[in-house]
């Protein structure tokens, strides 16, 4: 296989990285996205395959089909254990599978740098003992570096999304301790001073430094964040990834991994800012780590006041009797694996003759689109999700805003100076007629805030599992 052809069928991959970029962009063309984006992986794959056996063969190796064996395995491995990740993972536990895969995207990364700063030959990049070029230095060493920080950074996340772990660092509520974002800034000058000194005289113990402190920087930016912005670290993170494979890219002069880490860090970085905007954040605090520090001192007592409360039966005549739903899902409904029992609910209001919607905030869930994904699991026609600022017009006119187990999203709190969340864009459920909120208990939500919709005399309390609850609302709608 020629240079052309690789770097051709490198470019193809490209393309299609792109037009799965461009198709994940909306439900109904998602699909089509990811066909795009296995196509271009599996082209990319088999052209590494044939790549290295081209390599080998040139630098004379008795058989050169014999490391190929282990990248076969590889491979096989590796695809198989991500195929039965993705079948085998619950909706619940997808965003801690996201996270786990940026950890894996890191490591990657830094094993990849590492191999090549000890035998850079093996990558063409410099002759058998020949000094590495003082530019690649400095792309292996920022590759490292992004690549460490991706991977501790994920690996924390993963503990703090998954929630089941007594260890300290992994449990929701932030971890702050005084001088903390001072250290953070000694700690990155002195990842840059040790990259300058690897830049310089090319000393394995520089480029140990950098990727040691990445590793350490990477703990320490994502412990103060609270569960509450865990959607804005996994876009982040998702933006690391990627800028930690394009730096490696440059190294390994791969147009493929340039052009599908730059598309993964430019699309994650711009998904960060619009996460940002939707929970009133800083965008540059995000990437410092500096946020979500304040979530568990805003506590309330706000649980021992008296609220309306009602039953399933209650729910389904107020639902009955309504000419037009807006259905606002949360956390809570993936917990509880509500979806298709909500889609349920949906189809025999409809056939009433009742107009329902489904209000989606950007960051309702654990992650990024998480109740997209979740309503489409149980094929819930896209033309009635909505977006947050395509909804909110409707609020004032809708008869019922059923909220399944949403809570900072909807809580008016974003309104009034002062507050935690002060400035957040919220669903207006407040606006509508009648509000029916189905939780478990009155516990706070992630940002730890009293929610004053569900004190309202037009809100109306249904405590219970999710799935429960809407599964008796259905069997009591005639």
């Keep these: 296989m020629s240079m052309n052809l690789v770097v051709l069928l490198y470019l193809v991959a490209s393309v299609c990285f792109i037009q799965a970029l461009k198709g994940l962009s909306h439900p109904t063309t998602s699909i ?126 993963y503990g703090k999304l998954s ?6 660092l992994f449990q929701g509520a932030p971890v702050q301790f005084p ?38 920087l990477g703990v320490l930016l994502i412990i103060p964040i609270g569960g509450a912005d865990m959607p804005v670290v996994v876009s982040m993170l998702n933006s690391y990834s990627g800028w930690a494979a394009a730096g490696i890219g440059f190294s390994l002069n791969n147009s493929m991994l340039i052009i599908a880490g730059s598309l993964v860090g430019s699309s994650g970085a711009i998904l960060s800012y619009i996460m940002c905007k939707a929970m009133n954040r800083s965008f540059f605090n995000v990437i410092l780590g500096g946020f979500g520090g304040d ?38 409904l993936a917990v509880a694996r509500a979806q298709h029992a909500v889609k349920e609910l949906a189809l025999k209001l409809s056939a009433k003759g009742v107009t329902v919607k489904y209000a989606i905030h950007p960051v309702a869930g654990r992650m990024p689109g998480h109740m997209n994904v979740l309503l489409a699991e149980a094929e819930v026609p896209y033309d009635q999700v909505h977006e947050m600022e395509n909804i909110n017009g409707e609020f004032g006119q809708a008869d019922v ?27 207006e459920a407040y606006k509508a007629r009648t509000i029916i909120v189905n939780k478990r208990s009155m516990a706070a939500g992630y940002a730890g805030l009293d929610n004053e919709l569900f004190y309202m005399d037009k809100t109306m309390m249904v405590f219970g599992d999710a799935k429960k609850v809407v599964e008796d609302m259905v069997k009591a709608i005639e």
């Design 32 to 157: 089509r996205g990811n066909v795009f984006g296995m196509l271009g992986m599996a082209i990319a794959a088999l052209t590494t395959v044939a790549l290295i056996v081209k390599l080998a063969s040139q630098q004379g190796l008795a058989n050169p089909y014999f490391g190929l064996s282990y990248v076969l395995a590889g491979l096989v491995l590796g695809g198989g254990l991500g195929a039965y990740m993705a079948k085998k993972v619950e909706m619940t536990k997808m965003p801690e599978l996201v996270a786990f895969m940026h950890s894996m995207i890191g490591l990657a990364a830094v094993c990849i740098a590492i191999v090549a700063v000890v035998e850079p030959w093996a990558f063409q990049i410099t002759t058998h003992g020949g000094p590495i070029p003082g530019g690649n230095r400095v792309e292996l060493a920022l590759g490292a570096f992004i690549g460490a920080v991706t991977f501790s950074g994920s690996v924390i996340a």
């Design 163 to 168: 929630g089941g772990y007594k260890f300290r």
């Design 179 to 216: 001088l903390q974002h001072p250290l953070n800034l000694v700690l990155g000058l002195a990842a840059l001073f040790f990259c300058f000194g690897f830049w310089h005289s090319q000393s394995l113990m520089d480029f140990a430094l950098v990727t040691a402190l990445g590793l350490l």
């Design 295 to 332: 979530a568990a001192a805003a506590q309330t007592a706000g649980a021992q006041r008296s609220v309306k409360s009602g039953s399933a039966d209650d729910a389904a005549f107020i639902l009955g009797n309504a000419d037009s739903v807006i259905i606002v899902p949360g956390y809570g």
């Design 401 to 427: 805003a059923i909220v399944l187990g949403a809570n900072d999203v909807v809580n008016p709190a974003a309104l009034q100076k002062g507050s935690a969340i002060y400035g957040m864009p919220i669903l």
